[in-house]
């Protein structure tokens, strides 16, 4: 295979976060993407997203809100197959009992800060593209109330395996299928000590991406199932919907000048 260029393609789609305890869930996202520099070898991604959940025992996945999330990334493309990127994450997540009717806890939602960076390398063909992608997180976490405080940080590794297949010669359909798996250490307040670094997750996505002609906008349709824990595992399936609007500060520059 090829040398190949991860270009602006390589994160296409916006993953669905993770949301506790369901059966099913739902994902919606909103991103900007845009090229920058003189070289056009940075990248800039900001998105704002939000997703809805069932409870533990139903499957309907609109039930209740779940998460809100605003996200900015840089990415630098440094090499043909390398790329790496920085990125600040805030997160408002809804927190609700372990029981029937589960309800709301008394406070209501804990608050992330998110820390994280990645390297990505990438190999394939103008048909295939094949790409390993390792990410670091440090995650902060707010409760709004001191008892229902228990992980307040965490160190977690992401390692992920994507595959792209364009679809047709113009690639505008594509299929993407992901594999990722999640290892953590905590710092839990009560007691004040750190969990053991261990596995705890599994993601597996399929997302069907379409990018019109003449048009700035990737549209990403998926399913995701979260495969959490591993001496009682269980899923969370999601159905996934994001919308990103490619570079539209060089499509507000052209507009511009053809005014003139």
């Known amino acids: 295979m090829g040398i190949l260029f991860l270009s602006y393609t390589a994160y296409s789609q916006v993953s669905p976060p993770g949301l506790g305890a ?36 139903n499957g309907a996945p609109f039930l209740k809100p779940a998460i809100w999330v605003l996200n900015q990334e840089f990415y630098h493309q440094f090499h043909p197959n390398w790329q790496y990127s920085m990125a600040l994450s805030y997160r408002k997540q809804n927190e609700y009992n372990d029981d029937p009717p589960y309800s709301q806890t008394q406070a209501g939602y804990k608050g992330e800060w998110r820390l994280y960076g990645r ?70 307040a009560r007691p004040d000590a750190w969990t053991p670094f261990k596995y705890q997750e599994s993601r597996f996505t399929l997302y069907y991406a379409v990018s019109p002609l003449n048009m700035p906008f990737t549209i990403d349709l998926g399913y995701m199932n979260d495969l959490v824990g591993y001496k009682s595992p269980y899923s969370v399936h999601y159905l996934a919907l994001d ?18």
């Open 243 to 260: 919308v990103v609007f490619n570079n539209p500060f060089s499509l507000l520059k052209q507009g511009k000048s053809k005014e003139r």
């Open 119 to 188: 390297m990505a390398y990438a190999r394939g063909s103008e048909r295939l593209k094949f790409t390993t992608t390792l990410r670091q997180e440090f995650r902060s976490f707010v409760h709004p109330l001191a008892e229902a405080a228990s992980e307040v940080l965490q160190l977690r590794s992401r390692l992920k395996f994507q595959l792209a297949v364009n679809l047709d010669k113009r690639k505008i359909h594509r299929l993407i299928a992901g594999y990722e798996s999640l290892f953590s250490v905590s710092r839990i």
């Open 22 to 57: 369901a059966k099913a869930a739902s994902w919606f996202a909103f991103g900007l993407k845009q090229r920058f520099g003189r070289s056009k070898k940075w990248q800039s991604m900001s998105y704002i997203g939000m997703g809805r959940k069932s409870n533990p025992d």
